[in-house]
């Protein structure tokens, strides 16, 4: 097998903190209305075409409120204006580091996320976002992930080949399509160190 030499980190639920119902009780006080509004916004077919870069925010919300009560219409655009704010949509502990630990062993580092327009709000939040030698966003490629040619295009755009790299994912289907492109791929479950030394037995092969 080829040396691993760059390691793909996917963004929400590996280095930033996302999970919709968590964020949703946030921005929201009543349990069953944050449910309703998370439904509406976050579960919609228009959230992940905005990460494809075919949707606005805008229409996100207004696509929202036709499935909401008109008492909820002002949620539905704080749900879609605030999920990302400082606070609600935060760095998760220990990805920073372990970032910087690899960047001083040599390794490349990327960032591949389906991720909408939105995303250059919270850019600078991101855990060692300055040790990134790469940063490819879905919705400026109108690609997303498990699709074959979003790994691609990373591939492409910054001289990798797909078997030199390890993608890092939270879900399965994500890491599955980057093993379908002969990336190396690992299912991230919140433990810090079992990735550490899972890219430490990769090194060792």
């Known amino acids: 097998m080829p040396k691993l030499e760059n390691i793909v980190f996917d963004m929400g639920g590996v280095l930033m903190g996302w999970d919709a119902e968590r964020i949703s009780h946030q921005l929201c006080p009543d349990p069953d209305d944050a449910d309703l509004v998370a439904h509406a916004v976050f579960d919609s077919r228009e959230w992940g075409w905005?990460?494809?870069g075919a949707v606005s925010p805008e229409t996100i919300a207004w696509t929202a409120k036709l499935k909401l009560p008109e008492r909820l219409h002002a949620?539905?655009?704080?749900f879609?204006?605030?999920w990302h704010d400082e606070g609600v949509f935060d760095p998760l502990p220990g990805m920073g580091e372990l970032i910087r630990e690899l960047k001083a062993m040599?390794?490349?580092?990327?960032l591949l996320s389906n991720a909408a327009t939105s995303f250059e709000r919270?850019?600078?939040?991101i855990p060692a976002i300055d040790e990134f030698d790469g940063v490819l966003v879905s919705c400026y490629e109108h690609v997303v992930k498990p699709d074959a040619p979003i790994y691609l295009l990373l591939c492409e755009r910054f001289g990798l080949e797909p078997a030199s790299c390890l993608f890092v994912d939270d879900l399965l289907r994500n890491v599955v399509g980057?093993?379908?492109?002969g990336m190396r791929g690992y299912r991230y479950d919140g433990d810090v160190e079992a990735l550490r030394q899972f890219i430490a037995?990769?090194?060792d092969e």
Request: proline share 0%.
């Open 201 to 203: 037995s990769q090194r």
């Open 50 to 52: 905005a990460d494809a």
């Open 178 to 181: 980057a093993q379908r492109v």
């Open 75 to 78: 949620m539905a655009d704080l």
């Open 106 to 110: 040599g390794y490349g580092i990327y």
């Open 122 to 125: 919270y850019r600078d939040r």
């Open 80 to 82: 879609v204006s605030h």
